[in-house]
């Protein structure tokens, strides 16, 4: 199993004036040059039932970008939390 994703890092507001604390803005984005995060999560299952795994597991980015444009953070494929809420492990 691999995968990969991008990740940004936002701030946001408790102020309530025009629905602020609603609002997201992009702070950091460690998908800049190329760059983002991967999970190979490849692995074998052996007799006694253990896992082990055999990918590479976690890669983090090697740097972050500072984002000042204002932007919010956008969702470009489906939300990590949807995809395990529907997966199912035999």
Known sequence: MVSQFDLSISADTSQADLQAKLIYVREYDATSNGVG???????????????????????????????????????????????LRAARFH
């Open 37 to 83: 995060w991967s999970v190979d999560a490849s692995g074998t299952i052996g007799a006694n039932g253990n896992w082990k795994l055999t990918g590479a597991g976690l890669v983090p980015p090697t740097s972050w970008a500072t984002i000042t444009d204002g932007s919010t953070p956008t969702t470009r494929s489906r939300v990590a939390d949807d995809i």
